[in-house]
């Protein structure tokens, strides 16, 4: 297993700490199902209007952290086999997503209620991502706080695993007891789908989840704007999927882990390498890199999500009839920045449009445009190939029709964003469909190569947010691969950016609970100030020398 524990970090953690977690069911489709069902009509009641949001039924099993503690259940069913046994535990003392709720009463929170003129604590507008929804299929202008469940942090394993308390009550059960020869640990994602459980092992739904909330998602009500920033919230990183995934304290193993033999028990006695492919969806082994996959379904999902929010904008005008776009939907830092002579910005160029005009994030694009031109130039697998050649046919249009006048024209990004969003589909589909490994080590070493090459460019190394999110890919990339790094090179690189998303302090040593953002806020926001991209290229093309 991949591990990203590196020397000297930065003192950078989860910004978004404020706009963790999320639920699997959206209001008016499932955009976290398996990705071939996106436009599958909300689970009935059955799956999800008798859910059980609570954490308290896991925490009877998921709470031991060896066999011998194990309930007579999980000792029958082998459960330490094939999970860890530390999941509740973990999520309470050093996962962010287990404070998201209580951080709307802190002193953030309570900043942000006095300049934003509501309260945060009880409005929808909050609590579709600091909290678990009980009602997804209602509009979020009707919604009221007690249609969220807020006890136990208010993002608790609901949020991500499933609300449907079909799946909840059958895992638990061993097959005599529901007449079906299989458990449900083997069964097809399709059927704990149809259970309201999300099949968070495709890195494509998993990833499509983290960025409903890390970047946002319309359909659900979760759009963070100018003036939340304005009144305190923090500025929400790059999303990179792998950094985060390895930013947090684990509660779950991945399929190589030692510590969980029933997953290569299982390959093995598969009858072809397809059986395991249709239960476990993506089944890492030699033959692939694991966080490969994940940077590139990462990626491609949070442009996914952020043309949705700009389609979005575009198709809702505000109520004096101007255009939706908010100031949160373009780059910050064209704005908040030092006026330097001469400028990294300006030598970046403005191939976009006009200058003055602001820009889309930078970072949306970074890793999708690497990740497609290595496709279009690498891949054997014909799809692939052709996916990657129509790159330009998408985000790039989106960008331009964003500064063909001041905050953008409406029509023109209505059109270009649902090209965009069409071109990330299809990649999530190839992803969850293709059963030949794409991301080999050969693969994945040209990748790697691409995405340091961008990173070292002027284009992409002049702003801070494309830096990281190429970065981190970089990083993590080569953890999985296990190439050879000298330590003193990486810790000259942790000096010009973060290592991680957010730090390996997770617990408080007094309140044993995760440590929340606002005392390291600062920290962050000065790292941004003081980046500088010569010393970060360096840095970078030195480890990877």
């Known amino acids: 297993m991949a591990t990203l524990t590196r020397p000297n970090l930065i003192g950078l953690v989860l910004a978004c700490t404020l706009l963790a977690g999320g639920r699997v069911w959206g209001q008016a489709a499932v955009p976290h199902a398996p990705v071939g ?13 008798d859910a059980r949001p609570s954490s308290a039924d896991c925490r009877r099993c998921h709470v031991a952290f060896n066999a011998a503690a194990l309930t007579p259940l999980g000792e029958s069913m082998k459960s330490n086999e094939f999970i860890l046994h530390n999941e509740s535990a973990t999520w309470a003392t050093g996962d962010v997503h287990a404070i998201a709720y209580a951080s709307l009463s802190g002193p953030l929170g309570k900043q942000m ?3 934003l003129g509501y309260k945060v604590a009880e409005s929808a507008k909050c609590l579709t991502c600091h909290s678990v929804d009980k009602s997804p299929g209602k509009p979020l202008e009707e919604k009221k706080p007690g249609d969220f469940f807020t006890g ?28 079906d020869p299989l458990p449900w640990r083997e069964k097809d994602p399709q059927y704990k789908y149809d259970h309201g459980m999300a099949d968070l092992r495709n890195p494509a739904v998993k990833a499509r989840l983290c960025a409903s909330c890390h970047v946002g998602n319309p359909d659900e009500g979760k759009i963070i704007t100018h003036d939340m920033y304005a009144a305190g919230h923090p500025p929400i990183p790059p999303f990179e999927l792998a950094n985060y995934m390895e930013s947090e304290p684990k509660h779950w193993g991945y399929p190589t882990d030692s510590k969980l033999p029933y997953f290569k028990q299982f390959a093995s006695k598969a009858k072809s390498p397809s059986d395991t492919w249709k239960t476990f969806r993506y089944f890492p082994d030699e033959k692939e890199s694991y966080l490969a996959r994940h940077v590139a379904a990462g990626a491609v999902a949070a442009m996914e999500a952020e043309a949705a929010l700009l389609e979005h904008a575009a198709t809702h005008p505000q109520k004096d009839g101007s255009p939706g776009f908010d100031y949160a939907r373009f780059d910050c830092s064209s704005c908040h920045h030092d006026l330097k002579y001469p400028s990294a910005r300006q030598a970046r160029g403005y191939e976009d449009g006009p200058p003055g005009r602001a820009p889309l994030k930078y970072w949306n694009g970074a890793l999708p445009e690497v990740i497609a031109k290595h496709a279009a130039s690498a ?18 249009e989106l960008r331009k029709a964003a500064v063909a006048r001041q905050l953008g024209d409406p029509e023109k990004v209505k059109a270009a964003a649902a090209v965009t969003r069409k071109w990330c589909n299809d990649y999530l589909q190839l992803q969850t469909d293709t059963a030949a490994p794409i991301y080999t080590p050969a693969y994945s070493k040209g990748l790697l190569a691409a995405i340091t090459a961008a990173a070292t460019s002027e284009k992409w190394s002049a702003d801070t947010e494309s830096a990281l999110a190429l970065g981190w890919a970089a990083l993590a990339i080569r953890d999985d691969l296990k190439l050879p790094t000298d330590k003193g090179k990486l810790a ?26 606002e005392p390291k806020l600062k920290d962050r926001l ?6 500088d991209p010569k010393e970060f290229i360096a840095a970078l093309k030195a480890l990877g020398e």
């Open 526 to 531: 000065t790292m941004f100030a003081r980046f």
């Open 379 to 396: 891949s054997d697998l014909p799809d692939l190939k052709t996916w990657g050649g129509s790159y330009a046919k998408g985000w790039p």
């Open 492 to 517: 000259n690189l942790g000096k010009t950016i973060p290592m991680l998303v957010r730090l390996p302090e997770y617990s408080s040593a007094e309140t044993k609970r995760p440590i929340p953002i």
């Open 152 to 179: 136990e942090g208010g993002v608790n394993c609901s949020a991500c695993h499933g609300l449907g308390a079909r799946w909840q009550q059958d895992h638990t059960q061993e097959p005599a007891n529901v007449g």
């Open 113 to 115: 209620e006095e300049r």
């Open 37 to 49: 069902l996106a436009n599958q009509a909300p689970p009935n009641k059955d799956t999800v209007g």
